[in-house]
């Protein structure tokens, strides 16, 4: 199948869109972030022992806010995406997430991989996300190492303090682990 030269903008404006989304997470980039989902986005994160489930832009951004902010450090990559147009203004994608969780407060680091599935709508002539969830294909927590040297910490100084972070329990489920 040969593609237009939109087709092929529309993919690499996608792919751009989510990169976005795992460096503004990383970063506690908010005014990046705020940028990048519809007003009535929707998202469901099933992982090892928790499940994420919220509706709108301002639920996703304060639960972002609370889950990446200054006693974490977390790295997101996402890796061969697969993206589909769907129509004018909508497409679809699935992506492989590698990411790495450090919690300063409970010493544990987490490491793991998700397969994520998206939808994208175009809203003003900007792709953005509408829906966007995962299922973990594995997750480990183990204990931080008592020698463990956090030697860089962006998120220690751009996340939310302490003091700032408010009750995000309402999206967040939490299960046995498998």
């Known amino acids: 199948m040969a593609y237009t030269l939109q087709q092929l903008s529309d993919f690499e404006d996608i792919r751009t869109l989510k990169?976005?989304?795992?460096?503004?997470?990383?970063?506690a980039d908010t005014a990046l972030l705020a940028g990048l989902f519809t007003d009535d986005i929707y998202v469901d994160y099933r992982g090892g022992n928790y499940r994420v489930n919220l509706t709108g832009k301002d639920n996703m951004l304060e639960f972002l806010a609370n889950s990446f902010h200054a006693?974490?450090?977390?790295?997101?990559?996402?890796?061969?995406?697969?993206?589909?147009l769907t129509g004018l203004d909508?497409?679809?994608?699935?992506?492989?997430?590698?990411?790495?969780?450090?919690?300063?407060?409970?010493?544990?680091?987490?490491?793991?991989?998700?397969?994520?599935?998206?939808?994208?709508?175009r809203v003003g002539g900007v792709w953005k996300i509408a829906r966007t969830e995962y299922d973990r294909v594995f997750e480990v927590i183990r204990p931080l190492p008592g020698n463990a040297q956090l030697t860089a910490h962006h998120l220690g100084k751009a996340g939310r303090q302490p003091g700032e972070l408010t009750d995000i329990s309402a999206f967040i489920s939490w299960t046995e682990a498998a």
């Open 71 to 84: 006693n974490a450090a977390a790295m997101h990559h996402g890796h061969m995406p697969e993206i589909a």
């Open 19 to 27: 990169h976005r989304y795992f460096r503004g997470i990383d970063t």
């Open 90 to 121: 909508t497409a679809t994608g699935i992506w492989y997430l590698e990411d790495i969780f450090i919690n300063l407060e409970h010493k544990t680091h987490t490491v793991g991989s998700a397969i994520y599935k998206d939808e994208y709508r």
